[in-house]
């Protein structure tokens, strides 16, 4: 575990757990048949997420419940908790993402992939709630799955690493 950070009290977007094919999970998301692919894989464009500094608190399964708890009313453990940044004078803020890397070590190990592309993941659906998307319905979570797959595949373009030490 990294560090324990206090997550502001602004509103709280979302927490929820997903499963994304470009980590080697699951099958494909389903797209529309009458919209072409490429319309769902295009990079995101600059004027898409939220400006400013953006807050990554690595925490354990106790702090993630509290978390949940607190400010969703569900006490159990998740992966990924999302608060939108609060303006402040002079200094951006984009949010804060509180990762679960408990949760992130069994997923990782349940389906076979680096604990590093597992956090990876979490991230990204971070950022995505920070943006806009949600998932609470299969409509939303479909086009989560693209978003994670085009995050992630971005991140992989662009070479960004994540070290791990465990």
Known sequence: M????SCPSSAIRASCRRRCPSSGRGSSPSL????????????????????????IAFLGDKETAK?????LG???????????????????FAGEICVNIDQARRAAKEHGVTLATELRLYV??????LSGLR????????????GEAVAVSHLDK?????????
Do not use: C, Y
């Not at 662009?158 to 465990?166: F, H, I, Q, S, T």
């Open 32 to 55: 529309p048949p009458h919209e072409p692919r490429r319309r769902h894989l295009r990079p995101p464009r600059e004027d898409q997420g939220p400006e400013g500094s953006l807050s």
């Open 2 to 5: 990294a560090t324990t950070t």
């Open 124 to 129: 990204a659906h971070g950022w995505l709630h």
């Open 67 to 71: 978390l949940h708890d607190e400010f």
């Open 74 to 92: 569900d006490p159990t453990v998740t992966d990924v908790i999302t608060f939108v940044g609060e303006e402040h004078p002079g200094e951006a």
């Open 158 to 166: 662009l070479g960004a690493k994540l070290r791990v030490r465990d």
């Open 135 to 146: 998932d609470g319905n299969r409509k939303e979570s479909a086009a989560m799955r693209v």
